[in-house]
Nanobody, 124 residues
């Protein structure tokens, strides 16, 4: 399984960015996916998750109402639409997936495949 995140960049506060994560090597579409982020000097934190079907979506409180996660299983792509960006959203964003079922989602230990990350910088 390989995940490749893209779409990061430099944006002014209040602006928008769209991140994408392309998955390859998966043999089925029965997998949840998620976005995490890690700011310099901080631990990796949960951003959003989406179920295999796309019907169940969860967000961290810090991004709820500003970020939208979605997926296209036919193309094996997951997206994160980010709007009203704030300087505190600055981080490396990672996409993740897992090949087993669990109810947990909000820490790294629940996800067993990770992409390399894409950097997002929000200037004030």
């Amino acid at each position: 399984v390989q995940l490749q995140a893209s779409g990061g960049g430099l944006v002014q506060a209040g602006g928008s960015l769209r991140l994408s994560c392309t998955a390859s090597g998966l043999t089925s579409d029965t997998y949840a996916m998620a976005w995490f982020r890690q700011a310099p000097g901080k631990e990796r934190e949960f951003v959003a998750a989406i179920s295999a079907s796309g019907e169940k979506i969860l967000y961290s409180e810090s991004v709820k109402g500003r970020f939208t996660i979605s997926r296209d299983n036919a193309k094996n792509i997951m997206n994160l639409e980010m709007s009203s960006l704030k300087p505190e959203d600055t981080a490396v964003y990672y996409c993740a997936t897992r090949t087993y079922y669990t109810n947990g989602y909000d820490t790294s230990r629940y996800w067993n495949y990770w992409g390399r990350g894409t950097e997002v910088t929000v200037s004030s």
